[in-house]
């Protein structure tokens, strides 16, 4: 395993440390002796979850911040916007930025639709209504709503690449999604613990 691990490119190396963290998710001491692994090293990664997902930490702040909102999202009902953003920490550890804003941005919207019971609505018709039912603030509905139409607007997030690459989308933009996506679906989730909408 050892001679694996230091031939292979990091993020083979981060799918091997996720895959057994998973594997071995209920033995506390080996699980304890990975985050220890990814603290003392100084990873620029940490072990999120469940399930164990090894996530872009950011800034220390910031990566405690996300955990956090990802441990208090996973004790709710938000289950589908929990998925999704599992989902959005395994494609930032691919480098797949594209892919980690859509998962992100799926995750608010889940939560929204979750909550208002509104399934087949879009995202800003789901805030709209949160902010008509549950008296969300015009201006987080506002600032959800455009980065909903970034998402929309930026070539390759929500609609297919014609003729290039995005260079406009990278990892900063996706750590950024991830992260404000997790605290805003946190937020609902404390904001309106009593929903309880199957997802």
Same mark, same amino acid.
């Given at each position: 395993?050892?001679?694996?691990?230091?031939?292979?490119?990091?993020?083979?190396?981060?799918?091997?440390v996720q895959s057994l963290?998973?594997?071995?998710?209920?033995?506390?001491?080996?699980?304890?002796?990975l985050e220890a692994a990814?603290?003392?090293?100084?990873?620029?990664?940490?072990?999120?979850?469940? @399930?164990? &997902?090894?996530? @872009?930490?950011?800034?220390?702040?910031?990566?405690?911040?996300?955990?956090?909102?990802?441990?208090?999202?996973?004790?709710?009902?938000?289950?589908?916007?929990?998925?999704?953003?599992?989902?959005?920490?395994?494609?930032?550890?691919?480098?797949?930025?594209?892919?980690?804003?859509?998962?992100?941005?799926?995750?608010?919207?889940?939560?929204?639709?979750?909550? &208002?019971?509104? +399934?087949?609505?879009?995202? @800003?018709?789901?805030?709209?209504?949160?902010?008509?039912?549950?008296?969300?603030? @015009?201006?987080?509905?506002?600032?959800?709503?455009?980065?909903?139409?970034? &998402?929309?607007? +930026?070539?390759?997030?929500?609609?297919?690449?014609?003729?290039?690459?995005?260079?406009?989308?990278?990892?900063?933009?996706?750590?950024?999604?991830?992260s404000a996506s997790a605290?805003?679906?946190?937020?609902?989730?404390?904001?309106?613990?009593? +929903?309880?909408?199957?997802?």
């Amino acid at each position: 395993m050892k001679k694996i691990v230091l031939k292979s490119a990091y993020d083979d190396v981060i799918e091997i440390v996720q895959s057994l963290a998973r594997w071995f998710s209920d033995d506390r001491f080996l699980f304890s002796l990975l985050e220890a692994a990814f603290e003392d090293g100084r990873s620029p990664y940490q072990l999120i979850g469940p @399930p164990p &997902t090894v996530a @872009p930490k950011g800034m220390e702040i910031e990566g405690h911040s996300v955990a956090s909102d990802l441990a208090e999202i996973e004790a709710s009902s938000a289950k589908g916007a929990f998925t999704h953003l599992v989902s959005a920490a395994e494609a930032l550890n691919r480098n797949e930025p594209r892919d980690a804003i859509r998962e992100s941005i799926h995750a608010v919207e889940s939560a929204a639709k979750q909550i &208002t019971g509104l +399934e087949k609505a879009t995202l @800003p018709d789901a805030l709209r209504a949160l902010q008509r039912q549950r008296g969300l603030h @015009p201006a987080l509905r506002e600032a959800f709503a455009r980065l909903y139409s970034y &998402t929309s607007d +930026e070539k390759g997030i929500r609609h297919a690449l014609l003729n290039s690459d995005n260079k406009d989308v990278g990892m900063d933009e996706a750590l950024f999604m991830f992260s404000a996506s997790a605290a805003f679906v946190s937020f609902l989730a404390r904001k309106f613990p009593d +929903e309880d909408i199957a997802s």
